[in-house]
């Protein structure tokens, strides 16, 4: 069936750079969106970073300027490059597909299992 798998998470000092990378695979008819949501510890998940089919982008106010989210259809690949990293971006990353998926086109979202993204000061 469909999986969402991450890689690329670990442990930055403050100032450095890191990049997620999450790869969907399975029986998939096409790719709605792609994105990235952070949950920090005491804090909600939130959305980082999202890219839609057409290409359209959205970011966090608190990541915008310095992470850069992309997409490789052809390997549906979505890519969150992290740069300027600072303590507060420490929290566990998951990466979220929103899918048509099967014969039947079936819509729904899949969630990574989480990578952990440490910044040191």
């Known amino acids: 069936q469909v999986q969402v798998v991450e890689s690329g998470g670990g442990l930055v000092q403050a100032g450095g750079s890191l990049r997620l990378s999450c790869v969907a695979s399975?029986?998939?008819?096409?790719?709605?969106?792609m994105g990235w949501y952070r949950q920090a510890p005491g804090k909600q998940r939130e959305l980082v970073a999202r890219?839609?089919?057409?290409?359209?982008?959205n970011y966090a106010d608190s990541v915008r300027g310095r992470f850069t989210i992309s997409r490789d259809s052809a390997k549906n690949t979505v890519t969150l490059q992290m740069n300027s990293l600072k303590p507060e971006d420490t929290a566990v990353y998951y990466c979220?597909?929103?899918?048509?998926?099967?014969?039947?086109?079936?819509?729904?979202?899949?969630w990574g299992q989480g990578t952990q993204v440490t910044v040191s000061s």
């Open positions: 399975g029986s998939i008819f096409s790719i709605n969106a």
């Open positions: 979220n597909a929103d899918l048509s998926t099967g014969g039947s086109r079936y819509r729904s979202t899949y």
């Open positions: 890219i839609t089919s057409g290409g359209s982008t």
